[in-house]
C-alpha cells in the first residue's frame, strides 16, 4: 500500500494501487516486492509494474530504540510485465504448471539490459515459491540479482489481487462514454412505421 505520506500528497481518489511485501532476515540477505497496477487507457496497454529490492541492513528490533532493517530502493530492480507476462506467472501460482516456460523463465529486453523473470513453486525445504530477478548489460559489465521467497499465503494473496486486475490492465477503468443514439433511433423509428403502414 502507498505510505501515509504519500496519499497525503494525491489528490483525493487519485492514486496508483501498489501491494508491498518485505521479508528482511537476520543475514542481511531479504528483499522486498513493490507490485504497481498501470490501467490499461487510450491506446496504451495496462501492466503491473514488478520491483523487487534487495536488503541493505539487518537491522535490530530488540532494546528501547529498535532499529529496522533497511531496502535498497535506489538500485531496486524493475519490470513491466504485460498481459502475456501475468497470465504465465498466474498458471504457476494456480498450479497449472510448476515454473515459468519449463524453468526458462521469462525474458526482457532492452537497449541497455537483458532482464530474466523466474517463477518457480517450490516443496522442499520449504512449501512456497521462489520469484528471482536477474539482469545482465548488453556490454557485460553489470550484472544485478533479486530474489525474494513467498509464502504460501502470499503467493494466493497475489494470485487474487492479479486475477482481479486483469480486467483493467486487459480493458482500462469502464466510463460511460457519451454517444448520440438519435439518427439510429430515428432509422429505426422509420423503419418500424414502414412496416406497419
Not at 496504451?44 to 534487495?54: E, F
Not at 494466493?156 to 443514439?181: N, Q
Request: charged share 25%; proline share 5%; glycine share 8%.
Amino acid at each position: 500500500m502507498n505510505s501515509p505520506e504519500e496519499n497525503k500528497t494525491q489528490a483525493v481518489g487519485r492514486f496508483r494501487p501498489s501491494l508491498t511485501l518485505y521479508h528482511p532476515n537476520a543475514k542481511g540477505t531479504g528483499c522486498a516486492l513493490r507490485m504497481s497496477l498501470h490501467p490499461a487507457h487510450d491506446d496504451v496497454s495496462g501492466c503491473i509494474m514488478l520491483t523487487l529490492a534487495n536488503q541493505l541492513t539487518a537491522g535490530d528490533v530488540r532494546g528501547p530504540n529498535p532499529v529496522f532493517p533497511r531496502f535498497d530502493w535506489e538500485n531496486r530492480m524493475t519490470v513491466k510485465l504485460d498481459f502475456d507476462d501475468i497470465t504465465r506467472m498466474l498458471q504457476v501460482f494456480r498450479g497449472e504448471c510448476e515454473s515459468i516456460a519449463d524453468g526458462r523463465g521469462l525474458y526482457h529486453s532492452t537497449s541497455a539490459f537483458t532482464t530474466k523473470i523466474l517463477l518457480r513453486h517450490s516443496v522442499e525445504p520449504s512449501a512456497g515459491y521462489s520469484l528471482e530477478l536477474y539482469r545482465n548489460s548488453r556490454d557485460g559489465k553489470d550484472e544485478s540479482r533479486a530474489r525474494i521467497f513467498l509464502a504460501p499465503n502470499e503467493a494466493l494473496g497475489i494470485c487474487c489481487s492479479v486475477e482481479s486486475s486483469l480486467g483493467v490492465i486487459a480493458f482500462g477503468i469502464p466510463m460511460l462514454v457519451e454517444h448520440d443514439t438519435s439518427e439510429y433511433r430515428a432509422r429505426e423509428r422509420n423503419a418500424r412505421n414502414a412496416t406497419a403502414a
